[in-house]
């Protein structure tokens, strides 16, 4: 192995070696008193059995954490293979991201897409910052699992499928 020689100051390169580990795509949703509010996250990990905590990172300019923060329930999806055009829906700037996107809605208000391999019902448990980003924990209070759906995943900046 060569040296380690590139410092990690230019986020275009962080940007590009950050890509090199795949990641899932989930859809971070809830109501609210227009209707639905979501957002994209590539940055979802399980976190922990006991209590049943994930995390998922939002970057601190987002405009839409603020609002999905107040809500009471949040529904997190892990968006499948054949979703790509909903994520580029809900990480669209101006747009109505939910045109053209299946979901329904819990009582309590969390926002599930139609068709995702896992559907979870969240609160937000804690937030801690993490350089230019918020890492949210969110405490799972129900989910709906579908384990032979294939996952949408996300590596070098494109959407993959998984090899079978």
Same mark, same amino acid.
């Given at each position: ?22 990641? =899932? ?12 509010? =979501? ?69 309590? =208000?969390?926002?599930?897409?139609? =068709? ?49």
């Amino acid at each position: 192995m060569s040296a380690l020689s590139t410092p990690p100051t230019d986020p275009a390169v962080l940007r590009q070696a950050f890509g090199c580990f795949p990641s =899932g795509v989930t859809a971070l949703c809830a109501l609210d008193a227009d209707g639905p509010v =979501g957002m994209a996250a590539s940055t979802f990990t399980p976190v922990s059995l006991r209590p049943p905590l994930v995390s998922v990172c939002v970057q601190d300019t987002s405009s839409t954490w603020p609002k999905l923060r107040m809500r009471g329930r949040l529904g997190l999806s892990v968006l499948a293979e054949e979703q790509d055009r909903i994520c580029r829906s809900l990480a669209g700037k101006g747009v109505d991201r939910f045109a053209d996107v299946e979901w329904e809605a819990s009582e309590g =208000g969390g926002v599930y897409i139609h =068709g995702a391999g896992l559907w979870l019902d969240c609160s937000v448990h804690s937030e801690f910052p993490g350089g230019d980003h918020t890492i949210v924990l969110l405490e799972i209070h129900a989910l709906r699992a579908e384990p032979d759906r294939e996952p949408l995943v996300f590596h070098g900046s494109r959407f993959r499928r998984l090899a079978v």
